[in-house]
C-alpha cells in the first residue's frame, strides 16, 4: 500500500425558508425524472429538511442549516429546471439562481482545498524520499 495524498469534497450549509422547500418539494413532485422526484417522498432529501423545518418552526426558529453536498445542489437546480415550467414564480428563479452560484462556490472551494492537498502530499513525498 502506498499513501497518494487526500480528496475532499466540500459540502455547504444553506438556510432555507419553508416557503422555499415547499417550492422544491412542489417541483420535485412535479418532475419527469425519478431521481429528481425521488427528493419529496418520504426519506426523500427535500422531504426530511421540511419536516426538521417543520418541527423547528413550532420552536420559533425560522431557518434551519442543512449541510448539502454538491450532489444535492445539483439535483435540486435539475428540478428547478426552467424549460418545462412556464411562467415559474419568482421564487423559483430566485432559488436555481442561488443554487447555482452556491456550486460555482463549492467547485471553487473543492479545487483550492484539493490543490493545497496535492501540494502538501508532493512535499510529504519528497522530503520523505
Not at 68 to 86: G, H
Amino acid at each position: 500500500m502506498k499513501y497518494d495524498g487526500f480528496r475532499y469534497k466540500v459540502s455547504a450549509y444553506i438556510l432555507f425558508t419553508i416557503e422555499e422547500l415547499e417550492a422544491l418539494m412542489w417541483m420535485s413532485e412535479k418532475h419527469y425524472d425519478r431521481t429528481c422526484r425521488s427528493l419529496s417522498e418520504k426519506g426523500g432529501r427535500i422531504e426530511q429538511m421540511l419536516g426538521i423545518q417543520m418541527l423547528d418552526k413550532n420552536l420559533d426558529i425560522e431557518t434551519v442549516p442543512h449541510d448539502l453536498t454538491f450532489r444535492d445542489i445539483d439535483l435540486m437546480c435539475k428540478i428547478l429546471e426552467p424549460y418545462w415550467y412556464p411562467d415559474e414564480p419568482k421564487i423559483i428563479y430566485d432559488i436555481r439562481g442561488n443554487l447555482i452560484a452556491l456550486i460555482n462556490t463549492l467547485s471553487a472551494e473543492q479545487l483550492r482545498l484539493n490543490k493545497v492537498a496535492e501540494e502538501a502530499c508532493h512535499t510529504h513525498q519528497t522530503t520523505s524520499s
